[in-house]
Nanobody
């Protein structure tokens, strides 16, 4: 089992920045890839970004590429999502997730076994 707790969400104006954090406990954090997903009102949850267990490789949805950066600090059992140039369409509940296996297998929700409760990000125009 692994417990994930997100923080850092809030209200920001378009063009602004936020950094989300996801603290993990209960399982060897560094053994598994981590992902970020988001769900806007009335929409399905979608992939945002992911990072392999070493942090060497990162993956992004086309909609956030060039604006968001995923990183991790294995010594602190924490993964981050730096969000710059935010747009109103980025408004959603953002959740982190821990990979189902040590090898990164993809950006499907089924590739991730454990989920946090989420943190709200609201971008005003």
């Amino acid at each position: 089992q692994v417990q994930l707790v997100e923080s850092g969400g809030g209200l920001v104006q378009a063009g602004g920045s936020l950094r989300l954090s996801c603290a993990a406990s209960g399982r060897t954090f560094s053994f598994y890839p981590m992902g970020w997903f988001r769900q806007a009102p009335g929409k399905e949850r979608e992939f945002v970004a992911a990072i392999t267990r070493s942090g060497v490789s990162t993956y992004y949805a086309d909609s956030v590429k060039g604006r968001f950066t995923v990183s991790r600090d294995n010594a602190k059992n924490t993964v981050y999502l730096q969000m710059n140039s935010l747009k109103p369409e980025d408004t959603a509940v953002y959740s982190c997730a821990a990979g189902r296996s040590p090898t990164y297998t993809g950006q499907s929700q089924a590739d991730f076994a454990f989920w946090g409760q989420g943190t709200q990000v609201t971008v005003s125009s």
